[in-house]
């Protein structure tokens, strides 16, 4: 138990194009999700928190306007990066949390390259 | 703010037990979580302490002591699959999301 997707695995794109990633919990309801970011070498970064049906919390620093975030149900949430740029480029984590869990569990992540 | 250090690197023999350290200053604690990551790859679960002593899973076991702020990660019967990034990550207390650490890259050689 205690899966969860994420779609696509991998994208290239071109600078100034927005880009969709979606997060799903596969086998339980996440009324908690987590978006990250992972340069190389480096740890996680954690970019916002979203409650399903409530605007997400985003961390100091990173951008709500750019990096849009929806958790519309309880086994969806999507992070969407407008007008992306080189230096969006980066590998982009979700991570899942049900009412009665401890902890949270990671989808495979999105690898995103924008030339 | 939190605070969380574990070493950058290790090293170790693929038969052999290493001990992977986290020190942690965080305003209260509400629980400590060890994952693994492979390179390219997201964090799996590992354990999740929240009470003092050792908590055992095999050939991985997870320690803590909450009154100094301290917690390792034993591996034993290392493998060469076992080379790879190991993350710490502390709850504050009264907070549900977790602070993580830099990480602790382990390579296993023959």
């Known amino acids: 138990g205690a899966v969860v997707s994420q779609h696509p695995s991998w994208v290239i794109c071109k600078s100034g194009t927005s880009v969709k990633i979606e997060c799903r919990s596969l086998d339980f309801q996440a009324t908690t999700m987590f978006w990250y970011r992972q340069f190389p070498k480096q740890s996680l970064m954690l970019m916002a928190t979203s409650n399903e049906g409530s605007k997400a919390t985003y961390e100091q620093g990173v951008e709500k306007d750019k990096f849009l975030i929806n958790h519309a149900s309880l086994t969806l949430s999507t992070l969407t990066v407008t007008s992306a740029h080189p230096e969006d480029s980066s590998f982009y984590i979700c991570?899942?949390?049900?009412?009665?869990?401890?902890?949270?569990?990671f989808g495979p992540g999105t690898r995103l390259l924008v030339l | 703010g939190q605070n969380i250090d574990q070493p950058t690197e290790m090293t170790a023999t693929e038969g052999a037990i290493v001990q992977i350290n986290c020190t942690y200053q965080?305003?209260?604690?509400?629980?400590l979580f060890w994952y693994q990551q492979h390179a390219g790859e997201a964090p799996t679960f590992l354990s999740y302490?929240?009470?003092?002593g050792l908590e055992e899973k095999g050939r991985f076991s997870s320690f803590l002591s909450r009154s100094k702020g301290y917690s390792y990660l034993l591996l034993k019967e290392l493998q060469m699959k076992d080379s790879a990034s190991y993350l710490c990550a502390v709850r504050p207390g009264g907070s549900y999301i977790p602070t993580f650490g830099r990480g602790t890259s382990l390579i296993v050689h023959p």
């Open positions: 965080t305003s209260g604690f509400n629980g």
């Open positions: 991570s899942a949390r049900g009412d009665n869990q401890e902890t949270q569990y």
């Open positions: 302490n929240v009470l003092d």
